[in-house]
T-cell receptor, first 115, second 112 residues
């Protein structure tokens, strides 16, 4: 079946602009995660959604970052007033449940470049 | 907090050589442990997992055993191929949490 789908695959924007990144998880997966992969910081957790529960936002690096998940499916990560340090690959993952032994399946990511 | 430490690369090997990538972790309770692989130009893929002590995960000739006494989850393959060239990430998922905590990744290059 279809895997985790992310769009766009690449995004180049000017410093100070807002960007929206989209994630479409695997059908039936109730848990959705956003991570960031950058040269200096490796792979970092950003935010986690599980069903209708309040999201775990503990990994968001600043209040310029926000995410929502509508209808328990598609999620959008928004970065406001982008800075050069926001340049990274943003990865979305989903899993069948939020339980610890359920593997997370990753999308191909959105490569974000801030000029 | 939780953390994962894995050996730095790059690791350069010849085809058919034995590969070991060391991974140790710090976590409270009983985490689940994972190895993910990222082939050139591709996304992260789950390679194998182990969810409790002494479990052995295996896939594509790779193996890793969950060692609670040494808090380790070393990845091994007996005979690597050029197609195994990739970046390998060790990760844990805490018993109480949901996020994955990753190691820094190890780049492996297998030469013919």
């Amino acid at each position: 079946g279809a895997g985790v789908s992310q769009s766009p695959s690449n995004k180049v924007t000017e410093k100070g602009k807002d960007v929206e990144l989209r994630c479409d998880p695997i059908s039936g997966h109730t848990a959705l995660y956003w991570y960031r992969q950058s040269l200096g910081q490796g792979l970092e957790f950003l935010i986690y959604f599980q069903g209708n529960s309040a999201p775990d936002k503990s990994g968001l690096p600043s209040d310029r970052f926000s995410a929502e998940r509508t209808g328990g499916s598609v999620s959008t990560l928004t970065i406001q007033r982008t800075q050069q340090e926001d340049s990274a690959v943003y990865l979305c993952a989903s899993s069948f449940q939020g339980a610890g032994n359920q593997p997370q399946h990753f999308g191909d990511g959105t490569r974000l470049s801030i000029l | 907090g939780d953390s994962v430490t894995q050996m730095e690369g790059p690791v350069t090997l010849s085809e058919e050589a034995f590969l070991t990538i060391n991974c140790t972790y710090t976590a409270t309770g009983y985490p689940s442990l994972f190895w993910y692989v990222q082939y050139p130009g591709e996304g992260l893929q789950l390679l194998l997992k182990a969810t409790k002590a002494d479990d052995k995960g295996s896939n594509k000739g790779f193996e890793a055993t969950y060692r609670k006494e040494t808090t380790s989850f070393h990845l091994e393959k007996g005979s690597v191929q050029v197609s195994d060239s990739a970046v390998y990430f060790c990760a844990l998922r805490g018993a109480a949490g949901n996020k994955l905590t990753f190691g820094g990744g190890t780049r492996v290059l297998v030469k013919p």
